[in-house]
Structure formats: structure tokens, C-alpha cells
């Protein structure tokens, strides 16, 4: 399994900024593409961003284009979500997903625990 431990959520008013972790457990994260992903209340889960494992290339979604940034830092072997204009429809729970061959899809195994981050207006 490739789990992770995310952390850095909470809660923050419209237009605020937040830096969420996201841990690896028991693994390098440095060999892998790593996802982010959110769930809002009444919703699928959605990849929101990407960073690949060899030269960094990021990729986002439309909704968070310009506002979040992904970067990791492969001697701390943590990996990063900045959250900056944030908006009361980015509420949600935010976990991390790692694959080996290109941005992941889901978890290979099971999901963390992921990190609740609350935007209020």
C-alpha cells in the first residue's frame, strides 16, 4: 500500500491561504507521481492536482488553477498543497494519492485520513 499522512487543514475565511502535508508512509515519495484529491460533503472525490515524480511537472484542475500550487520537498519526503484565495467551495476533506507510472486516479490501497479544511464567507 502507498498511504500517506496528510495534515495542515482547518478553518480559514474566504480569500485566507493554507499549506497542507501530505507524509508518505513507510515509502520514498520521491519515485512517484503524487495527487492531490478532495471530497466535499455530497460529492465524488476529485484529483485536484498533480506533481510527477522525476522533473516536478505540475498539473491542476480548472477550479483551483492559479490559486493552489503543489510542490514537493524530497529531503523532508513531504509533499505540499499552497492554498491561497480560498473560497467557500474548496471546503472539503483533501487527501494524497502516489503512483508509480503517472498521476493517480485513487489510492493504491486505502486512503489516509486526510485533512479537513473549513472556508467560511
Known amino acids: 500500500q502507498l498511504q500517506f499522512v496528510e495534515s495542515g487543514g482547518g478553518w480559514v475565511q474566504a480569500g485566507g491561504s493554507l499549506r497542507l502535508s501530505c507524509v508518505p508512509i513507510?515509502?520514498?515519495?520521491?519515485?512517484?507521481?503524487i495527487g492531490w484529491f478532495r471530497q466535499a460533503p455530497g460529492k465524488e472525490r476529485d484529483r485536484i492536482s498533480c506533481?510527477?515524480?522525476?522533473?516536478?511537472?505540475?498539473s491542476y484542475a480548472d477550479s483551483v488553477k492559479g490559486r493552489f500550487t503543489i510542490s514537493r520537498d524530497n529531503a523532508k519526503n513531504t509533499v505540499y498543497l499552497q492554498m491561497n484565495s480560498l473560497k467557500p467551495e474548496d471546503t472539503a476533506v483533501y487527501y494524497c494519492?502516489?503512483?508509480?507510472?503517472?498521476?493517480?486516479?485513487?489510492?493504491?490501497?486505502?486512503w489516509g485520513p486526510g485533512t479537513q479544511v473549513t472556508v467560511s464567507s
Open positions: 506533481i510527477s515524480s522525476n522533473e516536478g511537472t505540475t
Open positions: 494519492a502516489a503512483d508509480a507510472y503517472g498521476c493517480p486516479k485513487g489510492p493504491f490501497g486505502s
Open positions: 513507510g515509502f520514498s515519495a520521491r519515485y512517484y507521481h
